[in-house]
């Protein structure tokens, strides 16, 4: 069954078909808030009301890809107005890497949990803007339509936040070779 | 008789042009028309106050991001900006921008700071029209080898309020007393 | 080294799964509000059916001759008023880039100073 009937149907009340649609998005909408929010419990709670209120606005979805769509602007409206009236993310804690480290051969664990906190130390609206454009591989326009934001300050965001990221890797990357020079 | 009273003349006669020669931060802003259609960027935004009260309207107060640029905003009477990016080196003339430097010569305007980099070839003057203690207009030029940028901002701007609104549009935080000018490049 | 930074931050932001029972806790949840009573109306009809038709029937006309204009007038002001927002986000952006580009400027030159000076 393809994602447009699993839609028809969930709009038509059938639950299991619903819950298709859960399963085919969770991950995208968990990890969003995750890697908005930086800690579990806070981006479960998160994807579970984003799904509520999807449950809820069913009948205004036209189509999978407005679905997919519309779950991401949600997702990531709701994560920065959460950033902007809670204090300052915690850092995952170990035990929270050990589910976040990837498993693809030949990439470093290291150097992706560095550029993961980087992430969450970018502003809420440009850790929104490299979400979607590293998770969820939307480009610049797709990015402004999203979080309602000018297109030229989507790749202002983006032209910033890897330059930050790249220096603050290189300025990391020297200080271990010093320490091992030494 | 007209001899003492030639002082009293020559003022009234002058009064007119001395009412109407009162300083103008609105700066004539080519259209750019022919660049804008080469580039592979552009950015033309014309406020005027009716346009930026009800830009003001659409800011929500409970949005640091908003409400920051609500207070920045607040004074102002009109934002004027032309901005374009292009895939080759100076593809745009400086006669381009001449046009719009000219009229920074003119009374009124106050250079506070240029900066030029031998490195990148950067260029960026910055003006300020005052009224007594209070700026009253702001103008922004910024040349590189691919971009130039004019920005105009009529109005009671505050340094301190705009300073405030550094990291929240993707550009990092300035290290910079926004009290204090920069130093100026003496290399003109 | 773009490409490089790129392609990590991808693998690094490779979506992951929630905890287990995610679905089963949310699909609980929407059970359990489509369970739940619906909430009165605390509208009460009075009148007879037809009183009530014809009631609803003018009130739907003047409805539609006011309502839509105010509703398209609204609609137009607010698309206007969202759209200058974005220029005026957009316009303090290009300001403060260009802001921070006089500040690399010095900020390079006087590192630039210093480095000839002898003996730093």
Known sequence: ?182 | MIRRFMPVIVCVLLAPSLTFAAPNPRLLLPEFGALADKASESVTITLDPSMLAMAGRFLDSNDPQDAATQEVIKGLQGIYVRSYTFDQDYFYKQSDIDAVRKQLSAPGWNRLMETRSRKTHANVEIYIMTEGNKAIGLALIASEPREFTIVNIIGSIDLQKLHKLEGQFGVPKLDLDATKAPALNKQK | MKDDLETELRQALRPVAPSEGFEERLLARVTAERSSPPKPSRLKWRRSPATRWLSAGLAASILAAVGIQHHLHAQREREIGLEARRQVIEALRVTEEKLELAYRVVKDQSSSVSDEKPGV
């Open chain 1, 1 to 182: 069954m393809s994602l447009d009937e699993q839609l028809a149907k969930a709009r038509a009340g059938d639950l299991a078909a619903f819950g298709d649609l859960v399963r085919a998005h969770k991950r995208s909408v968990y990890s969003l808030a995750l890697r908005m929010l930086g800690r579990r419990d806070l981006a479960e709670d998160m994807a579970q009301e984003v799904f509520m209120q999807l449950h809820g606005k069913l009948q205004s979805i036209e189509s999978s890809a407005h679905l997919a769509f519309w779950l991401r602007k949600v997702t990531a409206h709701r994560a920065i107005d959460q950033l902007r009236r809670r204090p300052p993310v915690e850092m995952t804690s170990l035990n929270d890497e050990a589910q976040l480290v990837s498993t693809v051969d030949g990439s470093d664990p290291l150097l992706q949990r560095q550029l993961r906190q980087l992430v969450l130390n970018l502003s809420p609206p440009a850790r929104a803007v490299v979400m979607l454009r590293y998770q969820e591989d939307l480009d610049p326009l797709e990015i402004a339509k999203t979080l309602d934001m000018p297109v030229n300050t989507v790749k202002s965001h983006l032209k910033r936040s890897l330059e930050t990221m790249r220096q603050e890797i290189l300025g990391q990357v020297e200080t271990r070779r010093e320490g091992h020079s030494t």
